[in-house]
């Protein structure tokens, strides 16, 4: 009898490690990268690129209405490599920027993205063009800008660009 419950609890642990592996990986939340001890999963970078995939493809069609053929696009590599460098910057830039600023990081940060939540041309536009609701739009596009300006900021005060600091923070990363 006692072996037969081992043998069922066994399964049963089998089964349950089976479902969390098939979530985990149909869910994309398993890593594809790491930037100072931050995973960058295949689900954020799925998400950003299918978001400037159809923002590409939305800012042809428009500028360039005659042209739908598949040569304006850009070769599917080079924006996979254009998404994971912005991941990669903006988890450099978040930390750095969480360092400089301490405790006045939350405030700072709010203080330039929530003017943007009562804009219903900018909710529905972003919606158009990225193919991403607000909130997303919000966490991956204001979001990060905002970042990138307060540490800009910063930097300049101490006579830096951000370009220059990104280029030593990625070699130090």
């Given at each position: 009898m006692f072996a037969n419950r081992r043998v069922f609890i066994v399964f049963l642990l089998i089964v349950a490690v089976g479902i969390l592996i098939f979530t985990v990986v149909s869910g994309g939340y398993y890593p594809i990268g790491m930037v100072n001890q931050t995973f960058i999963t295949s689900r954020?970078?799925?998400?950003?690129?299918?978001?400037?995939?159809?923002?590409y493809w939305n800012t042809v069609k428009l500028y360039r209405p005659e042209s739908e053929n598949e040569q304006t696009m850009p070769r599917s590599v080079d924006v996979q490599a254009a998404v994971?460098?912005?991941?990669?910057?903006?988890?450099?830039?978040r930390a750095a920027v969480k360092d400089e600023l301490g405790a006045d990081f939350d405030r700072?940060?709010?203080?330039?993205?929530?003017k943007f939540d009562g804009d219903a041309e900018l909710q529905t536009k972003s919606l158009a063009l990225y193919g991403l609701a607000f909130p997303d739009i919000k966490q991956e596009i204001l979001v990060p800008q905002a970042e990138q300006?307060?540490?800009?900021g910063r930097l300049f005060m101490r006579g830096e660009t951000l370009e220059t600091w990104l280029l030593e923070a990625k070699k130090k990363s």
């Open positions: 954020q970078f799925r998400k950003d690129y299918r978001a400037i995939s159809l923002s994971l460098d912005r991941l990669i910057e903006t988890i450099l830039v700072l940060l709010a203080n330039k993205v929530d300006d307060l540490l800009s």
